[in-house]
Structures are given as C-alpha cells and as structure tokens.
DNA sequence: ATAACCTGGATACTAAATGTCCTGAATCCC
DNA sequence: GGGATTCAGGACATTTAGTATCCAGGTTAT
C-alpha cells in the first residue's frame, strides 16, 4: 500500500482542526517534514476524488471538501491507492484445464471469491470509519491536541 | 500482493485432488503454464512454512503437510507475501509534535489502530476459509473436477 | 553411476513506488 | 497591469520491489 496514504490520513485529521481554513502543501508538508512536492500529489489526488478542494493563488491552499463525518477512511485509500483488490487475479484458468477465453473466471472462480470476500471485510471496516471518528478518538486521548495544531500551523515559517 | 498467492492457492487445491502423490514442480507449473522455476520458489516458500512437504529425487515432488482443512487462506498469504500489513506505518509522528523516540506510535497513534482493526477484519476472514472450503465449492458447482484434474495431471509429458 | 528433483544463492530484467523539477494557469495584492 | 504565490500536472530521475532465469550443490530412486 501506498505511503501516500499514511500523509493523507493525518494531512486529513489535521485539516478538520481549521476548518475553513486553506493550508498549503509546503505548510501542510513541513508539519511532519515531509518532501513537499510529493505530498502535494498526494493532495492533488484527495482532491480530485472531491475530499478536499484547493484554491490556487496567494491565500489558496487546501481544505476538506465536505464534513468529516462524511469521510471515511476507504475513500482516502481508494483516493490514493486506486481502487484495485490487493488480490490480482492474472487468470491463470484461462491456460488451464477448461480454457474458455469467454468466460470471466474472476467471477467463477472459487479461489478470486474467497479473496474477494476478505477484502470486502476490509473495506467495510475502513468505510465503517471516518475522518471525524479518528478525530475524536484523538481527543478523547489528549484533549489539547486540536489547540496545539493550530498552535504548531499558525507558527510554522514556511 | 504477490501474484505467486494466487498460483500457491490454485496448485494447493490441486494437491488436495491428488492425496499422497507427490508431484513435481515441473507439473504443477505445466497444469497453468507458468514459470517452473519462479513457481519453485513459492512452493519452497510453502514447504517452508510447513504446508507443503517435499522430497528429492526421482519420483520426487510436493505435497500437502496436512489435512486440507487445516490450511487457512491466511497460511498461504502468509507464507508467500510475509507477514507485513499491507498499511506501512512510517512513524511520521516522530517528525511531527509531541516527537518523543522512545514511543512507538504504531500502538499509540489513531490511524494506525483503525487501519489495523481493518487489517484484522481482512485476516479473520481469510484464517475462516480453507483449501478444504475451496475444494468442496469446487466440486459442487463442477463434480467433475476431481477426476479431471487427476487426469489432466496424469496426461502432462514434461 | 546416473538421472531426476529439490534447495538456495546469485543475477538479470521489469514494473512500481518514490521523489524532483519545470511550465502553465489561477489568484491575490499592490 | 505587474509581480508574487500557489495549485495542476506532465516529464523526468531515482530507488525499491516484484518477476524471472540460471547454476552449483545436495538428495534419492533405479
Ligand atoms: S479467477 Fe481464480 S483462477 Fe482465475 S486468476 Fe483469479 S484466482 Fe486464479
Ligand atoms: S503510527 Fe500513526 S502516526 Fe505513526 S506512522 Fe503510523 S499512522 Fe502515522
């Protein structure tokens, strides 16, 4: 999986603590001292997939699109590490016993549906939580933590 | 994930079809046309983490260590892509506020723990279903299958 | 003894992830 | 309007992981 969804999840925390505020990828990047040009893809993607929307200019930035609440953490994995099973099906029956190029066998396949239900239970789990989820659980842990962000944005130089 | 999974899957329900006949590399790589001497590595992989036996020599080959039922999904995922989560956790915290070396944020942090909780949702689901489930789905939606693939074996030249 | 087969290391090849750079367009401020 | 700031995105370069081949050494059946 994708690093780039690791930046984004926090990237996405941090946000929902300046909410209506636009932050910039330099500024957004240097919070965990990430390579700014690279993370700016990362947010690129996010906001193409409509998680958050960017202004261009002097004040523009990033911001979350929509409520926290409203996004959850499979459409960041799917945002940035696109939408494909972990499992490839390279349909390897088609060179086997009953090679019928016509047929589909990702969907016949016994072994391509067990997979496939795995990772149906995975994206449930990651669907079933949201950016405002995570959010919470962080403050019920430490309380300040929303204060000190804006504290650490608001004094960061570049 | 490693595409060697899917051929470790299909050649383990093979295997299942042909109980204390052991068969070679050069076979089961025949059966889909693949790689023999990439697909020997996943079976070593296998062997080694004690789902396959293997014995040398002519007459020589790989077969089932255990009962059918006994080998999870999650045994083979495990014993071909390793045992990493697919989420990488890069401790990006420690470059961020509270940074302290001596935490492990992979415990502490948020996001780590509900990338996790959905990480395990996936392996519960996978350690559920066997080679045994397969084989059995196999054979009620083709009969057959069984027989077919013994002989289908059994007819390989090289 | 020979041939078949597994083991594992070395190596090459390929694709994907990671990271950088640069041009162009949008926006703000003077 | 002009200059500065920032996002958008394409074009690379670099690094790492996945895929694939080969060979030398050990094991076993005949
Ligand atoms: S569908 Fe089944 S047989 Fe075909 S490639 Fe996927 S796993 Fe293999
Ligand atoms: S533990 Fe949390 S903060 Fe640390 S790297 Fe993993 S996801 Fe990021």
């Given at each position: 999986?994708?690093e780039g969804v690791e930046w984004a999840m926090h990237s996405c925390v941090n946000l929902s ?25 990362q947010?690129?993607?996010l ?24 996004i959850?953490l499979?459409d960041i994995v799917?945002?940035i ?45 990651l669907?079933?939580q949201?950016i405002?989820?995570i959010a ?23």
């Open positions: 999986m994708n603590w300046l909410p209506g505020e636009a932050v910039t990828a330099k500024r957004l990047a240097a919070f965990y001292n990430l390579p700014t040009a690279y993370l700016n893809k947010l690129q993607a906001t193409r997939a409509g998680i958050l929307t960017s202004v261009s200019g002097p004040k523009g930035g990033f911001q979350l699109a929509r409520d926290p609440q409203k959850t499979l799917v945002a590490d696109g939408p494909d099973d972990a499992f490839r099906c390279t349909q390897i029956l088609k060179e086997g016993p009953g090679a019928d190029p016509k047929v589909d066998y990702t969907k016949v396949c016994v072994v391509s549906q067990a997979m496939r239900s795995a990772e149906l239970t995975y994206r449930r789990t669907a079933g949201t405002a989820d919470e659980r962080v403050v019920s842990t430490s309380p300040d933590a929303p204060a000190s962000t804006r504290n650490r944005f608001a004094n960061l130089k570049s």
